[in-house]
């Protein structure tokens, strides 16, 4: 949680896309961006990417208003993969509500995944969050490639952890949404308890989830 | 900046005191300076306010004044920083210029969001970078200059976009003072080749009619003195009656006084008809074309035309030399002498002295006219070619005469300017190149 601010009835979510180098995070947001209506969204920003590697952060901000009049702004992050920015990583990942985990399912990145995904989990208990707790899905991107890991061998790996995975292409568009939808849907779990999102503020689950998902 | 988490093994890491995603005001993200020419050039375009005001409807920024005293139209648009509205900017002008002021707004709304989005991004890089990376010298020097490039690029864009508004305003004011002169100019035209045949119909058969009666007169003079001649023959007694009937009639000083009368009505008649071709010859309904045009005749028929207006007790003094022909349009050369000769007539009431002079050097005509009127004061002299500037009174005067004047003399490639001062009155100075 970026901000809550009783007074201005303010709540600022962040939403953070982790992964390795180069496994489509940024092309995640893009097609966010282009899916989604631009009703309550702001622009893409793109922190200066340098050869198609994000050497800051991209950012796609969201914004709505709750029936009792609270304002939400839900910013989704990307962080950069590769390994001499974990400072970064670490300052985006700060206060996070949730966290897409993009992996890439080319046969010849597994070992970036695991090492990438070690680096999320040090890096939450770093900042102080708990990977156990903490709202997350998991994409398996590129899934349009020939050259990839099959569905069984992922389902045998991450079934166990309970964590949802999605098997996407975020290059074509497939099963982008549904990854957000399902973050967004368990953000709004996780912080329901604390901010009673229904009771106070009239703001259902699937509102929520529908009010950033609408399709332009 | 955010607290701190401790690390769970109780050592403070130094790059984790920064968190990215800190809320930015619009108030941060914009200077006064970017946005004020933005705000400028929307009132020079013909608004009369703008202002930038935020969600809790407190104002920003703004420029102009709000107009009170005529109709309005307010054009408001929201501006949005990061899918939020977080200030909206409202453009106010009066009602005939609505599709002006809308298209400002949006114009406005545009610009600025570009320069949040911009400044948020610059902001959001340097903090991320002073905080958190640490880049070689090298690459940051990279970054800045593309930052640096980006950030020039909107304030081109911003001034650019001043600048367009600025060029646009002056052509839409521009080409709407040629409307309005052009619509004054067609009347007159109209109403100079109304009056023209009006009165060219009954003064030709005036005119002809005299010359008639001239002719029928001397028929009777010749008939009289035949008549006095054989009367002469008469004895004395026979020519007394018709002696005292002729001193009676006063025949002798009647005789004398036709003359006079004849010549008088037709010197009238030749008057009216120079009057009528003048007229004409000013609106120049017959000739809208370029000629070969003698700059004192103009001067002349406008003076004649403006009689009306010449206020009694006037001197008016005209020093003319010898001019060649100038290939011109005389109808737009004589709406800038109107104008400006206009402008001198209401100069002073009582006491004017009106002059006009033209010269010829090898390859320049002059024309010079002047009034010694009360002068323009010193801070406004600069301001007499701005269309709608006036110093009378509101309905006077369109405030476009001079503004017209300059567009008319810079068109012919030559120049215009005004001297002013208390003492010596105004003269209005034009330099006309004749063409080799
Ligand atoms: N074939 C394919 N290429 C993808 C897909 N997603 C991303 N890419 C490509 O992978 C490269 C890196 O993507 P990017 O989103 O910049 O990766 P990031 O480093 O995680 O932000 C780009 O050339 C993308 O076009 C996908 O689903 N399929
Ligand atoms: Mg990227």
């Known amino acids: 949680m970026i901000e809550f601010d009783e007074q201005k009835k303010r709540l600022v979510l962040k939403l953070v896309y982790y992964g390795p180098a180069l496994s489509g995070k940024t092309t995640n947001l893009l097609c966010l961006h282009d899916l989604l209506t631009k009703e309550g969204r702001g622009d893409l920003m793109m922190l200066d990417t340098k050869d198609d590697r994000t050497i800051y952060f991209d950012l796609l901000p969201f914004f709505l208003k709750t029936p009792s009049g609270l304002k939400i702004k839900v910013k989704v992050y990307t962080v950069p993969g590769q390994v001499r920015h974990d400072a970064t990583r670490k300052a985006v990942l700060q206060r996070a509500d949730g966290v897409a985990f993009i992996a890439d399912s080319q046969a010849t990145e597994a070992r970036n995944n695991s090492t990438s995904f070690d680096n999320l989990e040090t890096n939450l208990s770093l900042v102080g969050l708990n990977i156990e707790r903490i709202p997350l899905v998991v994409q398996y991107n590129k899934r349009d490639l020939d050259d990839i890991i099959d569905e069984a061998n992922i389902r045998r790996v991450w079934d166990p952890t309970g964590i949802p995975v999605y098997l996407t292409s975020a290059l074509k568009g497939w099963g982008v949404l549904e990854s957000f939808a399902d973050l967004a849907r368990q953000t709004y779990h996780s912080i329901d308890k604390r901010y009673d999102l229904a009771g106070r503020h009239g703001l259902s689950s699937s509102e929520f989830v529908s009010r950033l998902t609408t399709r332009s | 900046m955010a607290k701190t988490p401790t690390h769970s093994n109780g050592k403070r890491e130094d790059n984790l005191f920064f968190v990215v995603g800190d809320e930015k005001k619009l108030t941060e993200l914009m200077t006064c300076q970017e946005v004020a020419p933005l705000l400028q050039g929307i009132i020079q375009a013909g608004a009369c306010y703008a202002v930038i005001v935020d969600d809790n409807s407190i104002r920003l920024w703004d420029h102009g004044r709000p107009e009170t005293n005529r109709a309005t139209c307010q054009v408001s648009k929201g501006l949005f920083l990061e899918g939020e509205e977080v200030a909206a900017i409202m453009v106010q002008g009066v009602q005939d210029n609505t599709p002006l002021i809308q298209g400002l707004a949006s114009l406005a709304q545009t610009t600025l969001q570009g320069l949040a989005q911009n400044n948020l991004k610059l902001m959001l890089t340097t903090e991320l970078h002073t905080s958190v990376v640490n880049l070689s010298q090298e690459e940051l020097l990279a970054v800045n200059a593309k930052l640096t490039a980006s950030e020039a690029r909107y304030r081109e864009l911003a001034a650019s976009l001043k600048k367009t508004v600025e060029q646009r305003s002056a052509a839409l004011k521009k080409a709407h003072s040629r409307l309005l002169q052009q619509e004054k100019m067609m009347a007159v035209g109209q109403l100079a080749?109304?009056?023209?045949?009006?009165?060219?119909?009954?003064?030709?058969?005036?005119?002809?009619?005299?010359?008639?009666?001239?002719?029928?007169?001397?028929?009777?003079?010749?008939?009289?003195?035949?008549?006095?001649?054989?009367?002469?023959?008469?004895?004395?007694?026979?020519?007394?009656?018709?002696?005292?009937?002729?001193?009676?009639?006063?025949?002798?000083?009647?005789?004398?006084?036709?003359?006079?009368?004849?010549?008088?009505?037709?010197?009238?008649?030749?008057?009216?008809?120079?009057?009528?071709?003048?007229?004409?010859?000013?609106?120049?309904?017959?000739?809208?074309?370029?000629?070969?045009?003698?700059?004192?005749?103009?001067?002349e028929r406008t003076l004649n035309v403006l009689t009306a207006q010449i206020p009694e007790g006037c001197r008016v003094s005209k020093d003319f030399a010898p001019l060649p022909s100038l290939l011109c349009q005389p109808a737009l050369l004589c709406q800038v002498f109107v104008n400006i000769i206009t402008n001198a007539l209401q100069a002073r009431k009582q006491g004017l002295h009106l002059k006009l002079s033209t010269q010829k050097s090898h390859n320049t005509i002059t024309i010079e006219i002047s009034d010694n009127g009360p002068g323009i004061p010193p801070h406004l002299v600069n301001r007499v070619f701005e269309p709608f500037f006036t110093t009378r009174e509101v309905g006077e005067g369109t405030g476009m005469g001079m503004a017209v004047a300059y567009d008319i003399i810079t068109a012919m490639a030559g120049t215009i300017k005004i001297d002013s001062s208390e003492d010596r009155g105004t003269t209005v100075t034009i330099r006309l190149p004749l063409k080799v």
């Open chain 2, 193 to 299: 080749a109304g009056v023209a045949h009006e009165i060219n119909n009954p003064l030709g058969f005036i005119a002809s009619n005299l010359r008639t009666l001239a002719k029928y007169i001397d028929r009777y003079r010749q008939l009289i003195s035949a008549l006095q001649q054989a009367t002469a023959t008469l004895p004395a007694e026979g020519q007394e009656p018709l002696q005292a009937l002729s001193k009676k009639l006063k025949i002798a000083f009647i005789d004398e006084d036709l003359q006079e009368l004849l010549g008088q009505s037709e010197e009238g008649c030749h008057r009216i008809k120079k009057i009528v071709a003048d007229l004409k010859g000013f609106s120049h309904i017959d000739d809208g074309e370029t000629t070969a045009t003698d700059i004192n005749i103009e001067l």
